[in-house]
């Protein structure tokens, strides 16, 4: 990812139309607010360690909080993004974590086990930078989160969400005109006669990195599990959570009804699905939705394994940083990228990371955006979404109350409209910062920038639904060994190694070998819990 650490500003209005929280505050009451009290002071230090490059705004965030709070340091430091995961996971292994905040999305299972302060609670703590109630800073609906239960209503918030992003198809406008191209796509065919077109033209049709980081959290990944959306949206049906369920709110599913044609329809905000009985159907593996070896999502398969055909030689060994390198030097006409880019693509021409060398820069081309161009056929459900919800995935490190407090007076300080001014000003003033926008109130991006942002067409969001486009795509629930383990299929699949009934039938194998440990360390479930899915389940125990 381009920019892999944004520092987001503004209101998302290219997410209109995301669906409301449900009605009104709990039994109708809003939580009181809490009395007046004065700026607090601290004293202490806070370890900001993100996964990323240097020079994205953050350390001019740190010294406008230092002088807000004197007696507090914030160390800004970064670390390698494709080992990123697997540092953080060494933090706790060593039993004395040294870092604070960090990016947790890709430690499910640390998040699980309460290895990061719940955010929840201190939600309905005032901020004292805006003199509200924290969560009044944030457009839920935007993020898609309901403050008071949590989700799926278990009260449980390990990271924020504020920064809002849509994945998007970036392309050469001169590459594709000299290919003969002057209309973008909007269906999977059409995207597949201009690759071979641009093939033709002597270009590389798509740039994309297919190495382990990428496959799994990029750009890789995103393709993986956007498209099997547009297959199995209508799974979420069969984990909805039904009356007698120990997570039924009548209020919520009763008056749901699928709807494929409404890409909101199945927002965790509309609908309440059961996890017990998603996961005793992907233990079954009967219904086609949860049975990747079935003939719907075999389908899926050829057609990302014909857009990976068009990617650069030897893709599989290749890194995101590369393939974007690859597009910005106009040798690949196309990319998956993110509307950050709006604000990024000036700077990364310049950015040595891209060039690799520093002083240099990329010649400086027409571009545009097109959305994801659905698939069409006889196991479609509905159109392609995208990915396209507030990302950042922001958490802080578990270790006691005084660091606790210190973490969230910051974190209030951030999510301000002033501490965002900072935030705004710092990226745009950095060599490869990017910004974006955010669902925090009283925050827009200005002039052409903003208005750019906003001609962003909105056509749903696929990320975090509950249906098994994400949770099947790539391994089992990203239960690492089950991850590494899909990888290794996926490059032989997508490189053309392995046919697409071998590959269905491995990652089929791949999901039974380690269903029970990711049951147990992702979902905290045991299988005894799936016999009874009307009935909270109960965290297996631990030994040792």
């Known amino acids: 990812m381009r920019s892999s650490v944004m520092v987001g500003v503004g209101i998302a209005a290219l997410l209109g139309g995301m669906g409301a929280l449900g009605a009104g505050w709990p ?41 807000i709070e004197p007696g507090v340091k914030v160390n800004i430091q970064w ?19 040294t870092a604070d905040l960090v990016t947790n999305n890709t430690v ?31 457009n839920w609906n935007l993020i898609g989160y309901n403050p008071y239960t949590g989700y799926p209503g278990n009260g449980k918030l390990y990271d924020l969400n504020y920064q809002v992003i849509q994945v998007i198809w970036m392309y050469n406008k001169a590459l594709w005109h000299k290919a003969g191209i002057y209309k973008t796509p909007t269906t999977f065919k059409q995207l597949i006669t201009d690759f071979k077109k641009l093939k033709k033209s002597g270009t590389i049709p798509f740039a994309i990195g297919g190495n382990y980081n990428s496959l799994w959290g990029d750009k890789g ?59 005793r159907l992907i233990q079954q593996a009967k219904r086609p939705s949860y049975n990747v070896a ?30 974007d390198s690859l597009f910005l030097s106009q040798k690949a006409a196309t990319e ?29 081309f027409p571009y545009g955006f097109f959305n994801m161009p659905s698939m069409q056929g006889p196991y479609v459900e509905a159109p392609a979404r995208t990915i396209s919800l507030p990302i ?24 301000s409209p002033a501490g965002q001014r900072v935030a705004q000003e710092a ?19 200005p002039g052409k920038l903003g208005k750019e942002f906003a001609s962003v067409k909105y056509i749903g969001d696929s990320e975090g639904k509950p249906t098994t486009a994400a949770s099947i795509a790539r391994g089992l629930g990203d239960y690492q060994p089950s991850v590494v383990a899909w990888v290794a299929l996926a490059q032989k699949y997508l490189s053309g190694h392995m046919s697409t009934k071998a590959y269905a039938r491995a990652s089929e194998a791949n999901i039974k070998k380690y269903f029970v440990p990711a049951l147990e360390n992702v979902a905290l479930m045991t299988p005894a819990d799936l016999k009874t899915p009307q009935k909270k389940p109960v965290p297996p125990v631990k030994h040792g």
């Open 427 to 445: 990226a745009l003033k950095s060599p490869n910062g990017a910004v974006t926008p955010v669902a925090i109130k009283g925050v827009s991006i």
């Open 27 to 67: 039994q109708g009451v809003r939580p009181a607010a809490v009395k007046g009290q004065k700026l607090p002071q601290f004293h202490g230090t806070i370890n900001v360690d993100f996964g990323g490059t240097p020079g994205q705004g953050w350390h001019a965030i740190a010294k406008a909080y230092e002088r």
């Open 108 to 138: 499910a299972q640390l998040q699980a086990e309460g290895k990061f302060v719940n955010f929840q609670p201190w939600l309905f703590h005032k901020d004292p930078y805006t003199h509200n109630l924290w969560l009044d800073n944030f």
């Open 336 to 364: 998956v990228t993110g509307t950050w880019t709006i604000s990024a693509f000036p700077k990364d021409l310049k950015n040595s990371l891209f060039t690799g060398k520093k002083g240099t820069a990329f010649k400086s």
């Open 221 to 279: 990944g995103w393709l993986m599990r956007i498209y099997p959306d547009q297959y199995v949206r209508s799974s979420v049906r069969d984990a909805v959570s039904r009356p007698g369920d120990y997570n039924y709110v009548a209020s919520i599913n009763k008056k749901w009804h699928y709807n494929p044609k409404n890409p909101n329809n199945d927002n965790s905000t509309q609908v309440i699905v059961n996890p017990v009985r998603q996961w």
């Open 294 to 323: 079935s003939p719907k999502w075999m389908a899926v398969d050829r057609n990302l394994r014909t857009i990976f055909s068009y990617a650069e030689p030897g893709f599989v060994g290749v890194g995101d940083t590369q393939s």
């Open 392 to 415: 950042g995935f922001q958490g802080f490190v578990n270790k006691n109350p005084k660091q606790t407090a210190l973490d969230m007076n910051f974190m209030m300080w951030l999510t």
């Open 79 to 97: 670390q390698n993004p494709s080992t990123y995961s697997t540092w953080l996971t060494a933090q706790f292994s060593a039993g004395h974590p």
